[in-house]
């Protein structure tokens, strides 16, 4: 198996409420043959309050990641969190504009988010070979929220408002994708400070339509939504006087799951809605 270097960038989030992101990705990426190559002294990209504070900030702050990669390490960069993936392609389309020559950035590396490199047709042929336990009788749907994709002119997605990327992922670890029309919604973001009351109705519809159409978990690459998708779980069902169990899981705890790797119980704990008694039942543990 050849070995693929890449500069990785985990974001704030990753080593903070979004631990369990951080640690299968790493994992995962691991048995795939990636070496994640952590960006030297990496700095916070702003998300989600430098661009909405000061426009020089929020292209400097993830403008001076990128350079770090492409001077220090030459490597293509793989981010998790879509909201960090948003900035520093923000800051890439910036840079290149030649708006901003105070950075010496010449775009030679790629920017990439972690679903969309894993999801390169290479690295799922190698991550069939390494299922170990298929998730054949997990029913999900794919929840990409706004970030990842859009918008295209600054994510350069394809097919902004139908990703496909996580569902080629999970169906090669066996997992069954239902069809859904509201994988790009939005669940209200960091709206959740000021107005918790239009989240929990974002969240609620989310929750609804994915029962809708028979799913028994979200799947997302994304910590924002995942954060307001499992957190506010409980206050929607007291609120709505509700029951739902429906276990909110990023696309990699999926993979390392399948995968066979060792740690399951460990990032399982940190969700506020806890998935094992669906795991348990299914037999993936």
């Given at each position: 198996?050849?070995?693929?270097?890449?500069?990785?960038?985990?974001?704030?989030?990753?080593?903070?409420?979004?631990?369990?992101?951080?640690?299968?990705?790493?994992?995962?990426?691991?048995?795939?043959?990636?070496?994640?190559?952590?960006?030297?002294?990496?700095?916070?990209?702003?998300?989600?309050?430098?661009?909405?504070?000061?426009?020089?900030?929020?292209?400097?702050?993830?403008?001076?990641?990128?350079?770090?990669?492409e001077q220090e390490?030459?490597?293509?960069?793989?981010?998790?969190?879509?909201?960090?993936?948003?900035?520093?392609?923000?800051?890439?389309?910036?840079?290149?504009?030649?708006?901003?020559?105070?950075?010496?950035?010449?775009?030679?590396?790629?920017?990439?988010?972690?679903?969309?490199?894993?999801?390169?047709?290479?690295?799922?042929?190698?991550?069939?070979?390494?299922?170990?336990?298929?998730?054949?009788?997990?029913?999900?749907?794919?929840?990409?929220?706004?970030?990842?994709?859009?918008?295209?002119?600054?994510?350069?997605?394809?097919?902004?408002?139908?990703?496909?990327?996580?569902?080629t992922v999970l169906?090669?670890?066996?997992?069954?994708?239902?069809?859904?029309?509201?994988?790009?919604?939005?669940?209200?973001?960091?709206?959740?400070?000021?107005?918790?009351?239009?989240?929990?109705?974002?969240?609620?519809?989310?929750?609804?339509?994915?029962?809708?159409?028979?799913?028994?978990?979200?799947?997302?690459a994304c910590p924002?939504?995942?954060?307001?998708?499992?957190?506010?779980?409980?206050?929607?069902?007291?609120?709505?006087?509700?029951?739902?169990?429906?276990?909110?899981?990023?696309?990699?705890?999926?993979?390392?799951?399948?995968?066979?790797?060792?740690?399951?119980?460990?990032?399982?704990?940190?969700?506020?809605?806890?998935?094992?008694?669906?795991?348990?039942?299914?037999?993936?543990?």
């Amino acid at each position: 198996m050849n070995k693929m270097r890449v500069a990785y960038y985990p974001g704030c989030t990753l080593e903070t409420t979004a631990k369990e992101f951080d640690i299968t990705s790493r994992s995962v990426c691991a048995q795939l043959g990636i070496e994640l190559v952590e960006i030297p002294d990496w700095n916070c990209c702003g998300a989600s309050s430098a661009h909405e504070t000061n426009d020089y900030l929020a292209i400097a702050l993830p403008a001076r990641n990128l350079v770090v990669a492409e001077q220090e390490l030459g490597l293509n960069v793989v981010i998790p969190c879509a909201a960090c993936f948003n900035r520093l392609k923000a800051a890439e389309k910036a840079l290149l504009s030649r708006t901003y020559t105070e950075f010496d950035y010449e775009g030679k590396i790629k920017v990439y988010d972690l679903l969309s490199f894993l999801a390169q047709p290479e690295y799922v042929k190698r991550l069939k070979k390494k299922v170990v336990t298929p998730l054949k009788e997990l029913k999900a749907v794919a929840y990409y929220g706004c970030l990842l994709c859009r918008p295209p002119e600054v994510t350069d997605h394809p097919q902004p408002e139908n990703p496909m990327e996580m569902e080629t992922v999970l169906k090669a670890i066996g997992v069954e994708c239902l069809p859904w029309s509201y994988k790009t919604d939005c669940c209200g973001a960091s709206l959740v400070v000021a107005r918790p009351d239009i989240v929990h109705q974002l969240v609620k519809r989310l929750y609804d339509r994915a029962l809708e159409v028979g799913a028994e978990c979200i799947v997302t690459a994304c910590p924002l939504c995942h954060a307001n998708l499992d957190m506010r779980q409980k206050e929607i069902n007291e609120k709505y006087h509700k029951h739902y169990y429906l276990p909110i899981f990023y696309f990699t705890e999926l993979m390392a799951l399948a995968m066979g790797i060792e740690g399951t119980e460990t990032w399982a704990k940190g969700h506020f809605v806890d998935p094992r008694p669906l795991l348990e039942e299914r037999k993936y543990l």
